[in-house]
């Protein structure tokens, strides 16, 4: 029977069919981090547990610790030092990877995922992190778990799963210069809603998907959680083996052959047959900016603030309308000109070199404008550093960037740092919610191209009325 | 964990969409790393008038009697997205709910309700807004029933709907089972999907 790519991997890692569409699926790799990861490794401890296959398990420094240069384990957010300090102690007992502060492979789980060769074609991999199908981009099938469940999977090296539905969403055509990967998922949420994708794995699938590169497939994957599926990928190909080679974690050479022709297998057959079908035209996509507290609220950099009174579903217009009060805008209003305060760049969105570097090519030789705070964030050491090497800190710090040390850092508030009241932040990141960025912080999702742009016109603006030659497909 | 069977209680409807987790539980109020002390923290940024204060917002309505004994929340679509935190469940188990009904849940708040002897009820959107208005005229009387062996709804008026859930799902909440030791008495079957899985993809077995 022909089957979708989705299928083929549930099936090679299904011990026993429970019934009933549930089964016991063995999890290849496991990754936590000092938030949520803590509570799992020490829930294991209290009940008297090992983990099953310590070589296979990862453990990350992201959530919580500083990104101030010259960070140690103390840390702004209130009790943080805890977290930080019990998950050290807790992953070193279990023997577990681990990527501590003062390493420079640290950074966010779902960036250091692919960079170390952990994340790989046709895995399964959990984390109990909500961005965890981030590493779709690469072809492994990732999803954000709780810490219970996780205790569960570093436990029995298993998880107990309903299948999910499949759904494929096909994007044609070509992207215009000024428009990423971002832009189309943005796009993708919006018209389908924050809860389009309940239930279903998605196959990301189509020329301008095999176009895009494995950095912007993974920044699509990363907010198929916002359209609320439980996972998301796209295909394996030629580019996704020679991104995963040689990395540490990756096939050892003696192994490569069988691994790939292993890969090739794990595309979707041509006569194979999803639950839900979604077809989009990249040449109807412009640059994408959220106006509201959920991804959904969002809209082409040329448009107008929608007005909730156009809203025929009552539970939406509510939602437009709490959201446009939270946000201090007035329905009609251009996108395009909305003055910010501040810009962030960073996150497991949009955190990786090619982010910087499309992001600094906007900012070469020019200033953000006056009042603006803008910070950028490397994903991890390793970006940061290949950053360095480029000069591309430069850029950012002679533009009026911050440049910091790799973490989640601002993408949420956890009583750390925040932009502050009311402040109005254009982001790179994936959750505009209300309170995400700090107690009523205005969240703006965007490209970190648009970012870079907005920061230095003072106000959200159209990144392609500034110059800009390249798109994230190659 | 607590068994889950028959429920009847007062029920709170928060009619919203994609109410998500950070609005359960914000970041800030995850100060341990512990699973207990965060009831307090529950819906803080709506429940009290200062971010990180503790002044009752008299306005939201789990600060209103006869609500603040609720036991069953009613919401909208999607509810418990965004981020994975357990905390959310955890605060919520801890601060009395153990019922939650809507028309979709995020899905890893879902697995995480059933893990922590909260019962995730699915029914149609009409319906939850109809159990909704029925409760908000007089929620000391009109209760609601769940019954999850027989997997229903009953309204105030005695209207009954049935929901789906995984059977696998359904037997840890009966039982109040802890889902590592369910799965350990397959440990002979990992072991042997592990051998056979060597051969077939070696470079996973780092
Ligand atoms: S960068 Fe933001 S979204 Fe990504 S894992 Fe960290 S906190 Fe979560």
């Known amino acids: ?474 | 964990m607590e068994k889950f069977t028959v429920l009847e209680g007062i029920a709170a409807p928060i009619m919203r969409i994609n109410i998500d987790t950070d609005v359960i539980i914000p970041s800030r109020e995850m100060k341990r790393v512990s699973k207990e002390g965060l009831s307090d923290g529950m819906f803080s940024n709506w429940r009290y008038t200062e971010p990180g204060g503790r002044e009752e917002n008299p306005d939201f309505i789990l600060n209103q009697e006869p609500y603040r004994q609720a036991s069953i929340l009613l919401s909208s679509d999607n509810f418990g997205c965004g981020s994975s935190r357990e905390h959310a469940v955890w605060a919520m188990a801890e601060w009395g709910i153990r019922a939650i009904i809507t028309p979709g849940f995020g899905n890893i708040f879902y697995g995480n309700c059933v893990r922590n002897g909260i019962l995730p009820v699915i029914l149609d959107n009409k319906i939850v807004e109809k159990l909704a208005k029925q409760v908000e005229s007089d929620p000391d009387n009109n209760l609601i029933k769940v019954n999850l062996k027989n997997c229903s709804v009953t309204g105030p008026d005695g209207n009954k709907y049935s929901f789906k859930i995984a059977p696998a799902d359904q037997e840890m909440l009966l039982e109040g089972l802890d889902g590592i030791a369910i799965t350990m008495r397959q440990d002979h079957e990992i072991m042997a999907f592990q051998e056979r899985d060597k051969l077939k993809r070696p470079w996973i077995y780092i």
């Open chain 1, 1 to 474: 029977m022909p089957q979708t790519i989705i299928e083929k991997i549930w099936d090679d890692h299904q011990i026993t069919d429970l019934g009933d569409g549930t089964s016991l699926i063995y999890i290849d790799r496991i990754f936590l981090h000092e938030r949520t990861g803590s509570v799992a490794l020490k829930g294991l401890e209290a009940s008297n547990r090992d983990v099953r296959d310590p070589e296979q398990a990862f453990c990350t420094m992201d959530h919580i610790v500083d990104t101030t240069p010259g960070r140690d384990d103390n840390t702004r957010m209130p009790g943080g030092t805890a977290f930080i300090q019990t998950t050290r102690k807790a992953a070193l007992a279990a023997g577990i990877n681990l990527f501590d502060l003062g390493d420079q492979r640290q950074g966010i789980a779902h960036v250091i995922s692919p960079e170390q060769g952990i994340a790989l074609p046709g895995v399964t991999l959990v984390c109990p992190d909500s961005h965890t199908g981030t590493l779709g981009g690469l072809g492994a099938l990732a999803w954000g778990i709780g810490s219970t469940e996780a205790e569960h999977a570093l436990a029995t090296k298993t998880l107990v799963i309903k299948k999910p539905k499949t759904m494929r969403v096909t994007f044609n055509g070509e992207l215009s210069t000024g428009v990423t990967a971002k832009d189309m998922i943005l796009t993708l949420i919006g018209r389908h809603t924050a809860a389009g994708g309940i239930g279903y794995a998605i196959e990301f699938a189509g020329n301008a998907i095999s176009k895009l590169s494995i950095e912007a497939r993974l920044t699509l994957c990363n907010m198929t959680i916002e359209f609320g599926a439980w996972s998301g990928l796209v295909a394996p190909d030629e580019k996704t083996f020679e991104y995963v080679r040689g990395r540490p974690f990756a096939p050892a050479e003696d192994q490569w052959d069988q691994a790939v022709t292993y890969w090739q297998s794990l595309q979707t057959d041509p006569e194979a047959s999803f639950d839900k079908e979604i077809t989009i035209d990249c040449s109807e996509i412009v640059p994408q900016v959220s106006w509201g507290t959920s991804p959904m609220h969002e809209i082409g950099i040329d448009r107008h603030i929608p007005n909730p009174a156009d809203e025929p579903n009552e539970n939406i217009r509510t939602s437009m309308e709490r959201a446009l009060d939270y946000m201090g805008l007035e329905p009609g209003t251009p996108m395009d000109g909305v003055p910010i305060d501040a810009a962030f760049i960073g996150s497991c969105t949009n955190s990786r070199v090619s982010d910087l570097r499309a992001a600094a090519e906007i900012l070469k030789g020019r200033k953000i404008a006056d009042g603006v705070k803008a910070i950028c964030v490397p994903g991890s050491g390793l970006v940061k550093k290949a950053a360095e090497e480029e000069g591309i800190d430069k850029i950012f710090t002679d533009a009026g960037f911050e440049w910091r040390e790799s973490g989640c850092s601002m993408c949420f508030y956890a009583g750390g740092e925040s932009f502050g009241l009311e402040e109005r932040v254009i982001s790179s990141t994936n959750r505009n919610f209300e309170n995400r960025q700090g107690p009523r912080t205005r969240t703006h999702l965007a490209s970190p191209t648009t970012v870079a742009a907005s920061a230095i016109k003072g106000h959200i603006t159209d990144v392609r009325n500034i110059n800009i030659s390249k798109t994230d497909q190659d």
